[in-house]
């Protein structure tokens, strides 16, 4: 049996190892915020070790401490939505990148994520990039990472989701070894391999942080890439959609190539997107200075600017991910107003800890209700000139702060 002590009201929660809730002792719905508790000893510790330590506590079953009940209640109905037939209970999805080797997707799922992603894996495993590769930059709730596909490998994988109960969606996020001399072979491997296990399959050609891989998305790279992709994926019985990641930092012409060569493809949708290795103006924490990939905060604007460009471009003839920057409801507002049909975190989730995705939840069903909205999927797209024009973000947040207060 173990008790929780509730938020300010300093009262008992009682859950029994039977998993059934025990009475609650003048408790409101909040445990404390455990994750703020330990966040300051987190810091400390160099930012892969302190992933690390979490991970290996999502694994020990430690996740249920960490968010209160409300984590646990079914979604709000307007938050779900049927998308290459399947069903999912709400739109905010964890980013591939933390969970590399696919160890924790229903610790994760039950901190409240409508979808996990794992990976990139690699066909082969291999350890990446010399340490130290996680920057985290505070000041800018940012993090520049240079890990460079460190992984267990597709046997460690398939093992692992081999054994998985099929509750939660489980995208896998492919990639290719870094000594590889054939990307095309590596990526097939992968669909080969995993088509059966996930519920969507991601190619990755835009992490900047393995050699020549961005490159893949050029025109003719990408369309000679996908071709054999789709094929593999075809030939594995069941059809389990098939999308590309891209990145940020794709010239105007990039982006049109890229949207013609997936349609031609009948690749079924984009994630986007992947980091920048831009630095954009007005970052303040000297780790801006480290070689990798940005992400969090300060890509909120590029890869909304992106997203609603590909929306436009690719006309609704398949969904798209919205990723980059999301730190609360009104950042996760924007992107399905965007063009997203679903919407990806990761960095806030450091800065911030796994109330968030609670936090984001409950925001976003407020501010799709005060607009009028039935459901997410009548949202999506719906802000395409806002974007284009510049949001004005603190209008967004009053508005979501009136929404749910
Ligand atoms: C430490 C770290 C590792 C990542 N590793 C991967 C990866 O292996 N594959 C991938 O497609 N994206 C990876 N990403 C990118 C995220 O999936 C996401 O696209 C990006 O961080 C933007 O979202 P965010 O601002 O919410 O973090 C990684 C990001 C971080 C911070």
């Known amino acids: 049996m173990i008790y929780h002590i509730c938020g300010r009201r300093r009262s008992l929660h009682v859950d029994h190892p039977s998993g059934i809730q025990g009475p609650e002792i003048g408790c409101g719905t909040n445990l404390p915020d455990i994750y703020a508790l330990l966040r300051p000893a987190l810091r400390r510790l ?28 079914p979604d709000p109905s307007i938050l779900g939505q049927r998308l ?22 229903e610790a994760m799922r039950r901190l409240g994520f409508g979808f996990v992603e ?24 940012a993090i520049v990472n240079r890990m460079g596909f460190n992984n267990s490998g597709l046997d460690a994988l398939v093992a692992r989701l081999s054994q998985r109960p099929r509750t939660g969606i489980v995208g896998v996020n492919l990639g290719k070894n870094r000594d590889s001399s054939d990307a095309a072979a590596d990526y097939v491997e992968g669909v080969r391999r995993a088509a059966k296990l996930a519920d969507y399959l991601v190619v990755n050609v835009s992490s900047p942080n393995t050699p020549g891989l961005r490159d893949l998305q050029r025109r ?39 949207a013609s060569v997936v349609l031609d493809a009948r690749i079924d949708g984009l994630i986007v997107s992947n980091t920048t290795i831009d630095r954009p103006a007005g970052l303040v924490s ?34 798209l991910i919205g990723v980059g920057g999301v730190t609360d409801a009104a950042d996760a507002y924007e992107k399905i107003r965007a063009g997203a049909s679903l ?6 989730l450091v800065f911030a800890g796994p109330h968030l995705v609670t936090r984001i939840k409950t925001g976003l069903a407020s501010l799709l209700s005060a607009d009028g909205f039935a459901s997410v999927a009548d949202a999506v797209g719906t802000g395409q ?21």
Do not use: C
């Not at 160099?46 to 401490?65: D, K, Q, V």
């Not at 290459?84 to 997707?105: E, S, T």
């Not at 200075?289 to 460009?309: C, D, I, N, V, Y």
């Open 220 to 258: 003719s790279a990408l369309a000679s890439l996908l071709r054999p992709l789709v094929e593999a994926r075809d030939e594995s019985g069941g059809r389990v959609p098939l999308l590309v990641k891209i990145a940020p930092d794709l010239t105007p012409a990039e982006r049109e190539d890229v």
């Open 286 to 319: 000297a780790n801006a200075k480290e070689t990798g990939g940005l992400s969090g905060r300060p890509l909120f604007a590029a890869s909304t600017a992106l997203l609603a460009e590909m929306h436009r471009l690719i006309r609704g003839k398949m969904p």
């Open 343 to 348: 919407v990806q975190l990761y960095t806030a």
């Open 118 to 141: 794992i990976g990139t894996v690699t066909p082969r495993p291999q350890r990446g990039n010399p340490k130290p590769r996680v920057f985290p930059l505070e000041e800018d709730q």
């Open 84 to 105: 290459w037939g399947l069903h999912f209970p709400n739109p905010i999805g964890l980013a591939a990148g933390y969970d590399k080797d696919g160890r924790v997707p």
């Open 46 to 73: 160099p930012a892969e070790a302190a992933r690390g330590l979490t991970l290996h506590a999502l694994e020990l079953g430690f996740g249920r401490f960490l968010v209160d009940r409300r984590s646990r209640e």
């Open 385 to 405: 000139d806002r974007t284009a024009a510049k949001p004005n973000r603190s209008a967004n947040r009053a508005s979501q702060a009136n929404a749910t207060t």
